[in-house]
């Protein structure tokens, strides 16, 4: 698969359980975000890392853990969640630069259910 | 921060006629705005986008609008299809100095064109 690469597609877990989350790109790009998808809700921005530097936290809570090693790949870690968090995880990934237009590639998403 | 306002959430048009969703931004430093479409199932995709420095932009059936004064946008499509079936998200980004700045979605409106 080319563009943006998520695994798992589906997951379910426990309110106990530690998983996570894992995002590809392979466009070259030099950002990658994390975005939660909820029904009848906005596409809520999660995490922002650029060049590998995690730049932007939208008050998310720390049982939400990302991870950047470097600029091709992106890991939301999970622990302690709650049915709440039942939502479809979306990855996406930008080329940043002066033009100041921020078009995104996204995933297809994971979709995780909180038991 | 950013916020942005889609309206309407739900919008049926007999195939042939037009659509148009407005949306409605808050942070007056924006200035990119795309619009995404989302078909049942999956990703969100880039299907047009805007810089503050235009008033009207068209691809085809598609053309988006921009009032920077009122802080509006609006995407129009003409001669609808049922392809045309979706959920159509606007955004609005206030990029600054060439760094990474997530998008602030709307809630998404779901077109329904009816045969």
């Known amino acids: 698969e080319t563009g943006v690469t998520q695994t798992p597609r589906h997951l379910v877990m426990g309110m106990t359980n530690k998983k996570s989350l894992k995002c590809e790109q392979h466009?070259?790009?030099?950002?990658m975000y994390w975005y939660k998808q909820s029904a009848k809700k906005p596409l809520e921005l999660m995490f922002v890392?650029?060049?590998?530097?995690?730049?932007e936290n939208n008050s998310v809570p720390s049982r939400f853990s990302p991870e950047c090693p470097n600029s091709s790949h992106l890991f939301l870690h999970l622990h302690t969640l709650q049915p709440e968090d039942s939502a479809l995880y979306l990855c996406?990934?930008?080329?940043?630069?002066?033009?100041?237009?921020?078009?995104?590639?996204f995933g297809a998403g994971s979709r995780l259910t909180v038991l | 921060g950013e916020n942005v306002e889609q309206h309407p959430s739900t919008l049926s048009v007999q195939e042939g006629d037009s659509a148009v969703i407005k949306c409605t931004y808050s942070?007056?430093?924006?200035?990119?705005f795309p619009w995404y479409k989302q078909e049942l199932g999956k990703r969100p995709q880039l299907i047009i986008d805007?810089?503050?420095?235009?008033g009207e932009k068209k691809d085809q059936r598609i053309a988006v609008t921009l009032n920077k004064t009122a802080k509006h946008f609006s995407l129009h499509i003409t001669e609808t299809q049922p392809e045309d079936s979706a959920v159509y998200f606007c955004?609005?980004?206030?990029?600054?100095?060439?760094?990474?700045?997530?998008?602030?979605f709307g809630k998404g409106t779901h077109l329904i064109i009816q045969p």
């Open positions: 466009l070259g790009h030099n950002a």
């Open positions: 942070d007056s430093a924006s200035n990119y």
């Open positions: 996406a990934s930008s080329q940043v630069g002066r033009s100041g237009a921020n078009v995104l590639t």
């Open positions: 890392y650029n060049f590998k530097e995690q730049t």
């Open positions: 955004a609005a980004s206030s990029p600054s100095g060439g760094g990474a700045d997530g998008l602030t």
């Open positions: 805007i810089r503050s420095n235009v």
